[in-house]
């Protein structure tokens, strides 16, 4: 007999903005079984703003900033120690659709029936920015292929690379054979890295085209009007440490598809140079590349060990 479906919302909050945050509760909570939210945040004072903005939830503080991994498995393990079915991981600036944890459920629940052996289904979303739907990806020999929902093959469901963390519905069972989040990846590229090592055995990840979400990539933009008024996400110097530093340490695993590996570094070239030398602070942006290329290149994970400059702006979940 199926287990009974219960679904645990796991909310993962830094610094959260409180109304931002309370309608996320509001919108999440007759959508879910429960809501557990998971704070990185370091300043009491904070956190009881944010527990007492969340009281209909449970509420689990971390020692200062844990990382996105580390905060999302804090949720997950609270899950299965509660005997959920599923959870659903959400970041703080992101809003799911009224009805998308039924459409991720439904699709699941299709693929499932399909024999599929399921890692994660997860939403099609959009930058409240750009007002773009962003669509789904997924390597195939030497190119990248991008399914659009409007005029997709299937617009039901669509097989990709990965699914961005928030707004990823998991069956806790599958986390026995995929492995937890990986901590020592701190931010960035954590949700990639989980998906690909889940697709090494044999678990397959999913766009529900059905299901929706606001999502805000970076903290702004960069538009450029000679490639069609086309933006570019801009986050934090910090960031950068991050992005570039766990893209190389990924490309020294072995159960990451090379062609993968080939496609990912000619973007991270690319990468490079733009945010070294366009968007402002350009200093603090090379040298937060540069350091996050050397740690990348000697196998060093886990939060920053360098000391930003010009105190960049905090880091944000995801």
């Not at 969340?54 to 609270?78: C, H, L």
């Not at 959400?90 to 029936?113: F, K, N, T, W």
């Not at 995929?178 to 931010?187: K, N, S, Y």
């Not at 402002?280 to 360098?306: E, K, N, Q, T, V």
């Amino acid at each position: 007999m199926r287990a009974e479906r219960r679904i645990c919302g796991v909310i993962l909050t830094y610094h959260p903005e409180l109304a931002a945050l309370r309608h996320l509760a509001e919108r999440i909570i007759n959508q879910v079984d429960a809501v557990v939210v998971v704070d990185n945040t370091p300043a009491r004072s904070l956190q009881e703003q944010i527990r007492a903005t969340v009281r209909d939830s449970t509420y689990i503080p971390m020692r200062g900033n844990q990382g996105v991994a580390k905060g999302f498995n804090a949720g997950i393990e609270w899950a299965r120690d509660h005997d959920f079915t599923h959870v659903l991981l959400l970041d703080q600036d992101s809003l799911p659709g009224e009805r998308m944890v039924h459409a991720l459920y439904h699709g699941e629940m299709q693929l499932l029936g399909q024999g599929v052996n399921l890692a994660a289904v997860g939403p099609a979303f959009s930058d409240p920015k750009y007002h773009v739907i962003r669509p789904f990806t997924r390597t195939e020999k030497w190119r990248v292929r991008r399914f659009h929902c409007a005029g997709a093959e299937d617009p039901a469901h669509i097989q990709v690379d990965f699914v961005i963390s928030s707004g990823s519905l998991i069956r806790t069972a599958v986390f026995a054979t995929a492995g937890l989040l990986e901590e020592g990846l701190f931010i960035d590229y954590v949700d990639i890295e989980w998906a690909l090592r889940a697709r090494s055995r044999g678990l397959h990840s999913f766009g529900i085209c059905a299901a929706t979400m606001e999502h805000s990539l970076a903290e702004r933009a960069v538009t450029f009007r000679w490639l069609n008024n086309r933006s570019v996400p801009v986050h934090a110097p910090l960031r950068h440490y991050y992005y570039f530093r766990n893209a190389l340490l990924l490309y020294r695993r072995p159960y990451i598809p090379v062609i993968w590996k080939l496609r990912d570094l000619g973007m991270l070239v690319l990468k490079a140079g733009f945010f070294s030398s366009v968007p402002r602070p350009r200093l603090a942006r090379f040298r937060m590349i540069a350091l996050g290329l050397y740690d990348g290149l000697f196998g060093h994970s886990g939060p920053c060990r360098w000391q930003p400059i010009n105190a960049e702006a905090n880091l944000p979940p995801a």
